[in-house]
């Protein structure tokens, strides 16, 4: 079965620190995403990657960078959290290609909170 | 550019009785369109995908969900709803030329015993 695997389930952190968020998948995808998805807002994208040392801002980049250094892993960095970065940030991957029709693989999801 | 809404926040049925979510979606081309769940505290699981052919798509879990170009939706149908039925499904869109989908909201449905 293929599979996304987000490394934390919850995470607490504290305001100031440097936060990673590391997903890997196993399914041999080029295209990998990160969302971050809050009550009523519903699934805004990050950033995604769409080759190994390749990424494009998604709707909402501020505060965050990526890092995709193996195919197989793409990990979210908030540079220096802050508490309005507290929520539930998933992973994505998809086949290869400039080309949504096979659709996404989601990992479990990491709750982040930020104190 | 593309959108997608769904209009029904919270839905509640009680435990037997047929479901419909709705889904409409705005993209001048054929959509690649999909219905995905999440149960709580966790990420999201494909149901099931339109891409092109038949419009009446079978999914995972008895769902099923028609294509309709003319009314530019994208609806989730379930003849008898379970318990274990209760998340949130969300749909999405894609396009051929981009990497991405766009989500919609979200739709919460609640099963009454």
């Known amino acids: 079965d293929v599979k996304v695997t987000q490394s934390s389930r919850y995470l607490v952190k504290r305001t100031g620190e440097k936060v990673f968020l590391e997903c890997v998948q196993d399914m041999d995808h080029e295209n990998m995403f990160w969302y971050r998805q809050d009550p009523g807002l519903g699934l805004r994208l990050i950033y995604f990657s769409y080759d190994v040392k390749m990424k494009e801002k998604g709707d909402i980049p501020e505060g965050y960078s990526v890092s995709r250094e193996k195919k197989e892993r793409f990990s979210l960095i908030l540079e220096s959290a802050s508490t309005n970065q507290t929520s539930m940030y998933l992973c994505?991957?998809?086949?290869?290609?400039?080309?949504?029709?096979?659709?996404?693989?989601f990992g479990s999801g990491t709750r982040l909170t930020v104190v | 550019a593309q959108s997608v809404t769904q209009p029904d926040i919270h839905i509640t049925v009680s435990e037997g009785a047929s479901l419909e979510l709705r889904c409409n979606y705005s993209?001048?081309?054929?959509?690649?369109l999909f219905w995905y769940v999440q149960s709580p505290g966790q990420g999201l699981q494909l149901l099931l995908k339109y891409f092109s052919g038949d419009t009446l798509v079978q999914g995972i879990k008895g769902f099923e969900a028609e294509f309709k170009r003319s009314q530019s939706s994208f609806n989730l149908r379930k003849p008898s709803v379970h318990w274990s039925d209760a998340a949130e499904y969300f749909c999405?869109?894609?396009?051929?030329?981009?990497?991405?989908?766009?989500f919609g909201s979200g739709t919460r449905l609640l099963v009454r015993p």
């Open positions: 993209y001048g081309a054929t959509p690649y």
């Open positions: 994505a991957s998809s086949e290869t290609g400039n080309n949504a029709r096979y659709g996404y693989t």
């Open positions: 999405a869109v894609g396009a051929e030329s981009s990497y991405k989908l766009i």
